[in-house]
């Protein structure tokens, strides 16, 4: 991957359909949540697609699966065919992989084998939709393999537009996803390399307390339009934590056209508009750059 010649890194796509047509999501689930994003048509480009897309712009993008089949009962894509993707298209796709805390034993062997023979560089958690709290020692082992291969984890914070409208949420469940769960994790691993996604309301507070205070915690600006952003996640953004900041955009349910036309408009410095848009990512992500 040529950093260099890329205009921004992408740290937050997701594959939203297999080789065989199938989606990580259920089709109820799946509408509500782009009835929420308002989403127009039927958004779910394959992985090849995905990567052209990105191609076109001369940008690199993290692309995951999640696995969240315990508690919803639905396949996810398989994290070998995003890893398939990726190596087929190494100037544009960084793969991540997402493995449900409650395969136990079997998910950690699966985590090991993902790093050391698909070059998956992180894994995706997603607490509310997966149904457990980040702090659950059930994943323990899963973060033990994660920070012993240099991984990334990434975990969805806040709430979610999955669910959405639907009656009862569809049984997602909100308060796994408050980021001071996450907190623990970052003590009791302290060299593992955290992304905190999105703006994470309605605890964008105890993010940023979370991101200022352990070191090897990041904040991810996906899933929303930055217009919306919170004060102070633009103050912090601009400031302490400049170098732990990074673009994401959610797509497909966002696009990065949209999200970088508004990121524009924000009062962020020149000095820092860079470090979000690609440096923090190529220095996570070891990609040099």
Request: no cysteine; hydrophobic share 40%; glycine share 8%.
């Amino acid at each position: 991957m040529d950093v260099d010649s890329l205009t921004a890194i992408d740290v937050h796509t997701h594959a939203e359909v297999s080789s065989k047509g199938t989606s990580s999501l259920s089709e109820d689930l799946h509408s509500a949540s782009s009835a929420y994003f308002g989403v127009e048509g039927d958004r779910k480009p394959t992985l090849e697609q995905l990567a052209a897309y990105y191609r076109e712009r001369r940008m690199a993008a993290v692309v995951f699966t999640v696995d969240a089949e315990h508690a919803t009962g639905t396949e996810p894509v398989p994290n070998e065919e995003v890893a398939e993707a990726a190596a087929a298209n190494p100037d544009v796709l960084i793969p991540f992989a997402s493995i449900d805390p409650f395969r136990g034993r079997a998910g950690v062997r699966a985590a090991r084998r993902l790093v050391e023979e698909h070059g998956v560089r992180g894994f995706k958690f997603h607490p509310s939709i997966q149904g457990f709290f980040p702090n659950d020692r059930m994943a323990y082992g899963l973060y033990e393999v994660i920070e012993e291969t240099g991984a990334v984890a990434l975990f969805h914070t806040g709430q979610t537009g999955i669910g959405a409208g639907v009656p009862g949420g569809g049984g997602i469940r909100l308060k796994y996803s408050n980021p001071m769960h996450v907190d623990d994790v970052a003590a009791d691993f302290p060299q593992l390399k955290i992304i905190l996604a999105h703006p994470s309301f309605p605890w964008q507070d105890e993010a940023l307390a979370v991101a200022t205070h352990k070191p090897g915690v990041h904040i991810d600006l996906s899933g929303w339009s930055p217009k919306y952003f919170p004060p102070q996640l633009v103050h912090y953004a601009n400031s302490l934590l400049q170098d732990k900041v990074l673009f994401g955009s959610d797509y497909p349910v966002l696009t990065p056209d949209r999200w970088l036309a508004d990121f524009e408009k924000l009062p962020i410095k020149d000095s820092v508009r860079p470090k979000i848009l690609k440096q923090n990512a190529a220095r996570l992500l070891g990609l040099g750059g």
